[in-house]
């Protein structure tokens, strides 16, 4: 298993402002992932971070609206760049602990709730 | 490309009563199945998943799914429903050598003492 303290749990942020979260691992991992959660929503999954390259980016997701870091193997930071009413979401950071084998479950923080005013 | 299919936006069950989630999944080769709960201002709670062999899996809280291959689905199940198991249950899939992992729009559960 794994344990993730994902910061901050909630935030109301002004339009055109940008927020940092911050995803911390009790153990490595090769592999973070961040999804959005729009209210009534399911799970998007906005990009994969793995350390020491560029994140990869699902469709509709740029870099520029939400870069991302992975300086080593327990942490990762998402911005949310420039932002809009409509960037109020769950936003949840992930690990898949053991590997790369993807029969293995996924792990989630315990989200930072946005809301853009 | 993969997708997951939760027919039901809310199911509604008396507490002692039996439940079921319903999910059906579409994947090219082998599937890997997962259900996941969220409680209000949580992450996600991993319950169980399917990977090979048994297709009645069992899982933490006492629920179990059930892997059908020609029906294409993994049906969440407890036999006996909890006030407290009330939440928000995903079902998720993720092909074989891949790491997406794809969840279906989500199914709350309520029960009514």
């Known amino acids: 298993s794994a344990v993730i303290s994902q910061k901050p749990s909630r935030d109301i942020c002004q339009r055109g402002t940008s927020l940092t979260i911050q995803c911390q691992v009790d153990s490595q991992v090769t592999m973070m992932f961040w999804y959005r959660q729009q209210p009534g929503q399911s799970l998007t999954l906005i990009a994969t971070a793995n350390q020491g390259s560029e994140a990869t980016y699902e469709s509709g997701f740029v870099i520029d609206k939400f870069p991302i870091s992975r300086p080593n193997l327990t942490f990762s930071t998402l911005t949310v760049s420039n932002m809009s009413p409509e960037d109020s979401s769950i936003y949840l950071c992930?690990?898949?602990?053991?590997?790369?084998?993807?029969?293995?479950?996924?792990?989630f923080g315990q989200g930072t709730r946005l809301t853009v005013v | 490309a993969q997708s997951v299919a939760q027919p039901e936006d809310q199911v509604n069950v008396a507490e002692g009563n039996p439940l079921t989630v319903k999910c059906t999944y579409s994947v090219s080769g082998n599937p890997y199945l997962f259900w996941y709960v969220q409680y209000p201002n949580r992450g996600l709670q991993f319950l169980l998943k399917?990977?090979?062999?048994?297709?009645l899996v069992k899982g933490s809280y006492g629920f179990e799914a059930e892997f059908n291959k020609s029906q294409t689905s993994f049906h969440l199940k407890k036999p006996s429903a909890l006030v407290s198991d009330s939440a928000l249950y995903f079902c998720a899939v993720r092909a074989a050598g891949f790491q997406k992992l794809v969840f279906g729009t989500g199914t709350r559960l309520l029960v009514s003492p």
């Open positions: 992930s690990v898949t602990p053991g590997g790369s084998t993807s029969n293995t479950e996924a792990f």
């Open positions: 399917y990977i090979t062999g048994d297709n």
